[in-house]
C-alpha cells in the first residue's frame, strides 16, 4: 500500500519506524497507509493542520481501527517536528516543537538493540553439574542434599518455591509430596529423605544447598531459579505424545528420522513399517578432544584433558581413541617432569612440542636435575600390558642419540584413564636398545626398495 507514496515519503515513513520496535510496525504501518488513503494524499510534505483533524476524526468515529488515531497522531508530530511539513500552521498551537524532539529522540534511544540469547547453564556447566551429581555420594549428606536439589530442579517440573516449602516428611517410597503434587524420586536418594525426615528440621534449604552447589562448580551466583530457567531452555517436547523431557540423547529415539520420546519409539518400534533408531552421539563434535590440540599450550593441562576424557564413551573410534589417551599421557608425563624438576632452572624448559611432529621420534625433550637432556617417548595405555609396539622411527632416534651418549627414554603410563589418578603408573625403560627385561621382536616389514635411505624419517618400517 505504501507503493503509491512518494519515494521521499516512504524514506520518511521508514525513518519514523525507527523509533519504534519492530513488533509494532505493522500497526503503525497500516495506521499510515489509511491516513493517506482517506486523504488522498501521497506526499507527507504536503500534510496539514487541516488533514490532521480531518483523520482524527475519522478514526474516532471508527472503533474498529483501536488505536490508529494514535499511531496517526504520532505520525503527524514527527513530520511536525522535523520539519517535513511545508505548511506547518497551526499545529504550533497544539504542540511544542522541541518536546516532540526531546520525545523522539528519547524514543531512539530506548529502542532496544537485539540482546543476544545466553542459556541459563550452559551445555558445559550442565554436564559438569550431572557429571559430579552422578557419582556415588552415599555417605555424603552434603552431595546428596546437591544432587537431590538439583535432580527435583533441573529434572522435575517441581518449582523452587514448591521446593522449598515441601519437606521430608512428606516422602514415602520414593515419591515426595508438594502442595502442588507428586514427584517420582529416585532410590539413591532414599537413605537422605529417610535421615531427614527423623531429623529435626527436614525441609530443604534451597538456596543455601545450591549456593554451594554454585560453589563447588565454580559458577559464580548460581541460584534455584537458573537451574529451574536452564530446564527449561533444555526441554523438548515429544511431538507424539506431548510430554516433555530433557534433551539427553537417552530420552529420545528417532523414527522414521524424526525425532520423538523413548517411550513413543518403544510403542511404535512394534510397527513394521517404521524404523527406529537411536541417535547417534558420535556425530556430535565437543566430546572429544580435537585433533589440533597444541598439548604444549598450558591451557591443557593434565587434569583438564582428563575430565574430557572418559572409557564410557565407546563411540570413540578405536583409533582416534588411541591417539587421545596418547595425548593425555603425554600431558601427563609433561606435568610429572615439571614436577621432578620444582625449584630447579630446567622446570620451564621441558619441552612437549617435539610430541606434535612424530618424525621427531621421542616425545618430550627434559631434563635430570643436572641438566642433561632426556629424550623421552611416551607409551600411553588405559590398562596394564606387558608389551609395547615402537617405530622403526623411535628406534632409529634411539639408536641415533645412544650413539651420541645422549639418554633416549620410554615412559611407558599405565591405566591413564584410572578413576583414581593415584593408580596411574609410570614405568621408566632405559637403553630400549640393550634391554634385559625387554626384546625386540619384529612386527611388521616393510620392503623397501634397496636405493632408499635405511634410516628415513617418517616410516613406521618396522614395529616391535
Ligand atoms: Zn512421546
Given at each position: 500500500m505504501l507503493e503509491v507514496l512518494t519515494p521521499q515519503t516512504q524514506k520518511i515513513i521508514d525513518d519514523f519506524l525507527k523509533h519504534y520496535k519492530p513488533i509494532s510496525h505493522r500497526?503503525?504501518?497500516?495506521?499510515?497507509?489509511?491516513?493517506?488513503?482517506?486523504?488522498?494524499?501521497?506526499d507527507a510534505s504536503k500534510l496539514d493542520i487541516e488533514d490532521f483533524?480531518?483523520?482524527?476524526?475519522?478514526?474516532?468515529?471508527?472503533?474498529?481501527?483501536?488505536?490508529q488515531d494514535k499511531y496517526c497522531e504520532s505520525f503527524f508530530k514527527y513530520i511536525y517536528a522535523?520539519?517535513?511539513i511545508k505548511n506547518p500552521k497551526g499545529f504550533e498551537k497544539i504542540w511544542i516543537k522541541s518536546n516532540l524532539i526531546n520525545h523522539f529522540e528519547r524514543l531512539l534511544n530506548s529502542v532496544p538493540e537485539k540482546v543476544e540469547y545466553k542459556p541459563s547453564l550452559t551445555i558445559e556447566q550442565i554436564y559438569e553439574i550431572e557429571e559430579l551429581m552422578n557419582l556415588e555420594h552415599e555417605d555424603n549428606l552434603e552431595m546428596l542434599k546437591m544432587a537431590f536439589c538439583w535432580y527435583m530442579l533441573f529434572h522435575t517440573d517441581c518449582g523452587v518455591n514448591e521446593l522449598k516449602s515441601t519437606d521430608a516428611t512428606k516422602y514415602n517410597n520414593n515419591i515426595l509430596k508438594t502442595n502442588n503434587g507428586e514427584y517420582y524420586v529416585p532410590e539413591k536418594f532414599a537413605?537422605?529423605?529417610?535421615?531427614?525426615?527423623?531429623?529435626?528440621y527436614p525441609g530443604f534449604n534451597v538456596n543455601g544447598i545450591i549456593t554451594k552447589l554454585g560453589k563447588l562448580v565454580e559458577i559464580e551466583g548460581l541460584i534455584p531459579q537458573i537451574i529451574k530457567n536452564s530446564r527449561n531452555e533444555n526441554i523438548l517436547k515429544c511431538s507424539q505424545c506431548g510430554n516433555m523431557y530433557t534433551n539427553t540423547i537417552d530420552n529420545w529415539q528417532a523414527v522414521n528420522k524424526r525425532i520423538i520420546c523413548i517411550n513413543c519409539a518403544d510403542k511404535l518400534k512394534k510397527n513394521s513399517n517404521l524404523k527406529v533408531e537411536p541417535i547417534i552421539s558420535q556425530n556430535i563434535e565437543g566430546m572429544s578432544i580435537k585433533d589440533d590440540i597444541n598439548i604444549s599450550s598450558i591451557i591443557y593441562t593434565f587434569d583438564e584433558l582428563r575430565k574430557?576424557?572418559?572409557?564410557?564413551?565407546?563411540?570413540?573410534k578405536l583409533h582416534k581413541f588411541q591417539m587421545e589417551i596418547g595425548k593425555l599421557g603425554?600431558?601427563?608425563?609433561?606435568?610429572?617432569?615439571r614436577k621432578n624438576l620444582a625449584g630447579t632452572k630446567y622446570q620451564d624448559m621441558v619441552d612437549n612440542t617435539p610430541a606434535k611432529n612424530p618424525s621427531n621420534g621421542y616425545d618430550i625433550l627434559s631434563y635430570d636435575r643436572n641438566g642433561n637432556e632426556l629424550y623421552i617417548e611416551v607409551k600411553t595405555e588405559?590398562?596394564?600390558?606387558?608389551?609395547?609396539?615402537i617405530t622403526a622411527n623411535e628406534l632409529c632416534t634411539a639408536r641415533q642419540l645412544q650413539s651420541e651418549g645422549k639418554k633416549y627414554l620410554i615412559y611407558r603410563v599405565h591405566n591413564i584413564l584410572a578413576k583414581d589418578k593415584n593408580d596411574i603408573t609410570v614405568d621408566v625403560?632405559?637403553?630400549?636398545?640393550?634391554?634385559k627385561e625387554y626384546k625386540l621382536m619384529p612386527h611388521i616389514y616393510l620392503l623397501q626398495n634397496r636405493n632408499g635411505q635405511s634410516c628415513k624419517k617418517n616410516s613406521p618400517v618396522l614395529q616391535l
Open positions: 500497526a503503525y504501518i497500516s495506521a499510515i497507509s489509511n491516513l493517506f488513503y482517506v486523504l488522498g494524499k501521497d483533524k480531518k483523520v482524527q476524526e475519522y478514526f474516532r468515529n471508527k472503533e474498529r481501527y483501536g488505536s522535523y520539519n517535513i537413605p537422605l529423605l529417610n535421615h531427614l525426615k527423623e531429623s529435626k574430557k576424557l572418559s572409557p564410557e564413551f565407546d563411540y570413540l603425554e600431558a601427563y608425563v609433561y606435568d610429572l617432569e588405559a590398562s596394564n600390558e606387558n608389551d609395547f609396539y625403560i632405559d637403553n630400549i636398545i640393550n634391554n
